[in-house]
């Protein structure tokens, strides 16, 4: 049987996986036989030190190696983060036909959020509305006819996300948010529970006067990197359904 790996990272992980195991095997099988053999069991003895050592040497080299950049890092950040919108579709809506704005020229695509999540979010479940259905433009269409979305994540694109430290704009003018008369202490709220939620990679600053926090994002570097930006957008769209 011809083992398949998803990317060369899981292929080395398998291979020290299997080294590191094979040396401990072989290493207690040593030590059984030499139970068994008792004072004729030295060249048993001799197998069950090597191989007991070299799983502590693999160990050591694992430990010491450089965390490894993936390949396409560009690719697997995209991935992520598309299947992070599609998994919370239809409150948000990865925006179609989007164009940026001019006072924010390097934000070049954004997701979208339900102005009315109270109102709209059940019946467009029930409409299991998703990316194949037929009026999935109808609400992803940035500046479309139907106006049930508002702009919610204005991000920089996934390549300058890897080659330098970026900002995300998180925009809450959305009709329901308009109507709160708390709004701007729950924005400094929202910014407090970011802050304390995530690591120093990805910090909110309120704006002054707006409706908006900006989140001053490190370079993505690792695949660790990518996981914990989506673990801070998960951690946004969790308030953001409390708050709603």
Request: hydrophobic residues 45%.
């Amino acid at each position: 049987m011809r083992l398949k790996f998803k990317n060369q990272d899981e292929k080395q992980e398998w291979i020290e996986v299997f080294v590191g195991g094979a040396c401990g095997l072989i290493a207690i099988i040593a030590a059984i036989v030499e139970f068994c053999l008792g004072d004729n069991g030295a060249l048993a003895g001799l197998f069950k030190d090597v191989f007991g050592t070299a799983v502590v040497v693999v160990l050591l080299l694992v430990a010491a190696m450089p965390k490894r950049k993936p390949k396409n890092l560009v690719g697997l950040l995209e991935q992520e983060v598309e299947d992070w919108g599609l998994s919370n579709a239809p409150l948000i809506f990865k925006a179609e036909g989007y164009q940026t704005a001019k006072n924010t020229p390097d934000k070049t695509q954004c997701f979208l959020l339900l102005q009315d999540p109270k109102e709209d979010y059940i019946p467009l479940v029930g409409k299991k509305l998703n990316k194949e259905s037929p009026n999935w433009l109808e609400y992803a269409q940035y500046g479309g006819v139907i106006k049930t979305t508002g702009k919610f994540l204005d991000m920089p694109s996934y390549a300058d996300m890897v080659n330098k430290d970026f900002e995300i704009e998180l925009i809450l003018s959305q009709k329901h948010f308009k109507e709160m008369p708390e709004i701007n202490s729950i924005i400094g709220d929202l910014e407090s529970a970011i802050n304390a939620h995530c690591d120093k990679r990805v910090r909110a600053d309120k704006k002054v006067s707006t409706r908006e926090i900006k989140l001053k994002c490190t370079r993505i570097q690792t695949k660790e990197d990518i996981y914990n930006l989506i673990d801070a957008l998960d951690f946004i769209v969790s308030l953001v359904k409390v708050v709603a």
